[in-house]
Structures are given as structure tokens and as C-alpha cells.
């Protein structure tokens, strides 16, 4: 009973959330609009926060898995790393679609005066740690293209990065996680123009520009995307 109410809090403030934004998140005013107690809710939810990083924890988690349920899927398949590439971000593409409100919470502007957890961060490591596989795997495989040339001096990776994909390449790929970075953060950013309207203006066919968009940042790490002809 007790996971039923959190439940229904939670449904209840992602559809506060899309409608009012964050400042419109509320334990009491959930707590009137649910028919319940304000200790009922802060029971669960003690302060705006507390909704905020819940909501935020279930989006990564959601996206994470939809992503990852695409590589299985591809894997199962016999995909090759640059097919699988582009599985799992049409996968993201679709989950932020279908759900525009948790994907600018995670990927959109910070909320003013919110700091979020640690433990947000285990949720948030599951995007990049499926392309972290796929590049990995591509690697492994002989499926990379090495880079016409080297800019970094020194590595700039931190040790925990190095952990999520299991070592430092050796040369001539001793900059791919920082490449892989790149290619992380630019999924996102045209993730961002595509679903929120940022490229309809100019775009003939969103998702094929997607797709392509997929294929261009990928050569950042030196992987072949194949596209549909």
C-alpha cells in the first residue's frame, strides 16, 4: 500500500511537472490535489527535492533501459557494433518522444537551486555506459577506424570514466574515451534539437536527419554507422 501512494505521488507530479515545471512541485500541494495528508506525502517525499530527484532517478532509469533493451535486441540479432550504435539511440529517440517532460528534466536546462544526489549518478551512467559497451565491442572487434590524427598531449579521461569502459586504449585509440565523450554528448545535443522542434525549420525528414546526425557523430570515434539507403 505504502509503494501504491508513492506511486501515485509520483504520477501525480510528472504530470505537475509538465504542466507548472519544477516550481510547481509541491509535497502540500500534492498532497491536497491527491486527497491525502500532507505527512502521507512527506512521508515519502519530505521536500520539492526529494520529488524532484525520484522523478529524475525514474527518467535515467527509463531511458537507460530502453536503451539497453535495443542493444540486447540488436545483439541477439547479430547487429555490428555501428548497427547497434544506431539501435540503441533510435531507441533513446523513442523514449524521448513518448515522454518530453522527464527528458528535458534530465537533459534540459538545471533546475534553479536544485543539486542533484549521488544517487542520481549510478541512473545517469546507464546511457553512456551502453555506448561505452558498443564502442568497446567495436574496438575489440577491429571495427574501429583509427583517427587521422592525435590532439591530445595528455589524457583528460578521469579514472572513473576508465572504469565504465574497462581500460585505456592503446595507441593509435588512446584518445577514444575522450572521443567517446563527444560522441555521448553529441547524441544528446541532437537528440535535444530533434524532439524539442530545434531542427524542423530547416529538416525535411526529422528522422532520417536523426539517423544521419547518429552516423556523423559516430565518425568522432571512428565507427561506420549504416544508414538506410
Known sequence: MSDD???CILRRARGRLASDGA??????ALADELSLTASEVREHFRTRDDLLTALIV?????????MEEADTAAGK????PGARLLAVARALRGWAAANLTEFSLIYGSPVPGYDAPPETVPPASRTPAVLARIVHDALVAGALRPPSRTLLAAPLIRDEAVAVFGQLPPAPYSELL???IVLWSGLIGLLSFNVLSRTHDSVRDQAAFFDFGVAVAAEAVGLDVPLPG
Open 5 to 7: 501512494i508513492r506511486q
Open 23 to 28: 516550481p510547481g512541485l509541491s509535497p502540500d
Open 58 to 66: 525514474d527518467a535515467y532509469n527509463a531511458s537507460g533501459a530502453a
Open 77 to 80: 540479432a547479430g547487429l555490428e
Open 178 to 180: 575522450e572521443r567517446g
